[in-house]
Nanobody, 123 residues
Framework: VQLQASGGGLVQAGGSLRLSCAAS????????MGWFRQAPGKEREFVAA????????TYANSVKGRFTISRENAKNTVYLQMNSLKPEDTAVYYC?????????????????WGQGTLVTVSS
C-alpha cells in the first residue's frame, strides 16, 4: 500500500491542524493505521493509532485529549485532528499501515510508511 500524508503547515500555539493520509494500492480497510512524528534531533515517536474497523484507538499520553485519529474507509483516508497545538508538537508527521486487527503503538508493527508532512507550531 502507498501512503501520502498532507495537511502540515505553520500554526500558532493553541491552533489546530488536520492531517490526512491517503492510501492506494491495496484494500485500505485491511490495515490498521498509525501516526508517528519525529522532531529535529529526536527519535521517531508514536502519536496515535486506529484499528482497521475504526473501533479501537490509542494515543500517546502527550497528545491524549488534544488529538483525534479517525478514518474513512470509503475514502481510503486516515485523519489526525490536532487541537490546542503546542510548540513541542513541532515535527515531521508520518502515517503508517499495519496488518492485523488492533491499534498498534509500536513502529515495528508497521510495514508501510508515508513520506511525512511537516508541522511547525510557533510560540
Amino acid at each position: 500500500v502507498q501512503l501520502q500524508a498532507s495537511g502540515g503547515g505553520l500554526v500558532q500555539a493553541g491552533g489546530s491542524l488536520r492531517l490526512s493520509c491517503a492510501a492506494s494500492g491495496r484494500t485500505f480497510s485491511y490495515y490498521a493505521m498509525g501516526w508517528f512524528r519525529q522532531a529535529p534531533g529526536k527519535e521517531r515517536e508514536f502519536v496515535a493509532a486506529i484499528s482497521r474497523s475504526g473501533i479501537s484507538t490509542t494515543y500517546a499520553n502527550s497528545v491524549k485529549g488534544r488529538f483525534t485519529i479517525s478514518r474513512e474507509n470509503a475514502k481510503n483516508t486516515v485523519y489526525l485532528q490536532m487541537n490546542s497545538l503546542k510548540p513541542e508538537d513541532t515535527a515531521v508527521y508520518y502515517c503508517a499501515a499495519a496488518g492485523g486487527l488492533g491499534a498498534y503503538a509500536i513502529g515495528s508493527e508497521y510495514g508501510y510508511w508515508g513520506q511525512g508532512t511537516l508541522v511547525t507550531v510557533s510560540s
